[in-house]
């Protein structure tokens, strides 16, 4: 096989069963490929947004992502990659949702609800993160909450939320990567305050 610049190709030692997708070009099934992709990636960060996107984009469920982890033998980051599609499996989207449960799981706080549905009077939302015990939820704000109408919509949904008596703290991902303690301890403090 002819080498090309910027293309790393990869042996399998073995292939999972029922590993390749039904007719066409043969091709991994994306739970699959996911999983491999997480083993291969040169980093753990790399490793965990490719499993969240690949169930964020809805290419497989994280019902998939999990089975896919137990069918795939790879050689690094085991159970980083265990860890990491369970919590995928249980609703987490995005490397900043990842972030703050982990964060979070380690200050000793139990573990929440993740993509909790909501009926609201503007229609069903999903809440990142919420500890039904403390009535509290946390919203992690990708760049795309600062765009166009999002932010009155988060706003409205917001506002909708508290009115049903859940406190709201919002953590905008870049606040998140300068000063992560600080937006952990404000999660704490309202945990601690409304679970007691």
Sequence with gaps: ???????????????????????????????????????????????????A?????????GVRLLDAVDAVRGRTRRAFIRR??????????????????SACRRRGLPEPDRQVVRQLPSGRCYLDVRWARARLV???????????????????????????????LRVPVIGWRLTPQAYLDQVVTAYTQRAA
């Design 84 to 101: 990491v599609a369970r919590d995928v499996a249980l609703g987490a989207h995005s490397l900043g949702e990842l972030d703050l449960v």
């Design 53 to 61: 996107m690949t169930v964020q984009q809805r290419l497989c469920s």
């Design 1 to 51: 096989m002819r080498r090309r610049p910027g293309i790393t190709v990869h042996q399998l030692g073995r292939r999972a069963e029922g590993e390749l997708a039904g007719v066409g070009l043969p091709r991994t099934r994306p739970a699959i490929a996911a999983v491999r992709a997480a083993h291969w990636a040169a980093s753990d960060r790399q490793a965990a947004l490719v499993m």
């Design 138 to 168: 946390v919203e992690v704000d990708g760049v795309q909450h600062s765009h166009g109408l999002a932010p009155a919509d988060d706003a409205l949904r917001q506002n909708a939320v508290v009115l049903g008596d859940d406190l709201v």
